[in-house]
């Protein structure tokens, strides 16, 4: 075969076209590595609520971005807000109490005592069979975890302060793509099948 049959021979241009497709992708997926936890999370808000955006879309067929957007409002709603506002509330409420513990105002040691002595004889005995009663050995058991858990929401607070930004980031990331897959999911589902290389039979599968 000469060199020119060689180079413009059908395999090797769907071979060259194979290899540019997998380079694009990798780089693609190279660049969207550090948001994938926003590009998973977009992905499962769209399956989720896709029978919400149909419900909406049956009532609007005009409207594909007023109907994502609604249902996207709704996600924000009835998700992210609640979500974020508990994951606030037990951050603030970790972080103080790891203050609390450090500074000596919250005393584990005492309410346990306490605990134990208002405790009925009996239960008390059982405790004490499996050496739970041991005041000692569970005032440190106790403090240690309490103190080990403390730290570990103090850093976390202090982590997303830090990363505040990547984290408003990969939200805005994450409410684009669940957008566009509520308002294009249903087009891109079918090209998808209609370029996969199988018989129409094994497509609708």
Do not use: C
Not at 73 to 90: D, E, F, K, N
Not at 109 to 118: H, L, P
């Amino acid at each position: 075969m000469s060199f020119h049959r060689f180079v413009t021979s059908p395999t090797l241009e769907h071979r060259a076209l194979l290899a540019l497709l997998i380079a694009v992708s990798l780089a693609f997926v190279w660049i969207l590595l550090p948001l994938s936890g926003a590009v998973f999370w977009g992905v499962v808000i769209a399956i989720v609520f896709t029978p919400v955006h149909a419900r909406l879309l049956r009532r609007w067929p005009q409207r594909r971005n007023m109907v994502a957007l609604a249902t996207l409002a709704v996600v924000v709603l009835l998700v992210v807000l609640p979500l974020a506002l508990l994951t606030g509330t037990l951050l603030n409420e970790g972080a103080a109490l790891y203050q609390r513990v450090q500074s000596g105002e919250t005393n584990f040691a005492r309410y346990f005592k306490q605990v134990i002595s208002a405790l009925p004889s009996w239960l008390h005995d059982l405790l004490a069979r499996f050496g739970l009663a041991d005041f000692n050995e569970l005032q440190t058991r106790i403090t240690d975890a309490v103190g080990r858990g403390s730290q570990l929401i103090a850093t976390q607070v202090y982590s997303m302060g830090q990363n505040a930004l990547d984290l408003v980031v990969s939200f805005f990331v994450m409410l684009y793509l669940a957008f566009f897959l509520l308002r294009d999911g249903e087009r891109l589902s079918r090209r998808l099948r209609s370029a996969v290389p199988l018989a129409p039979d094994h497509r609708q599968r």
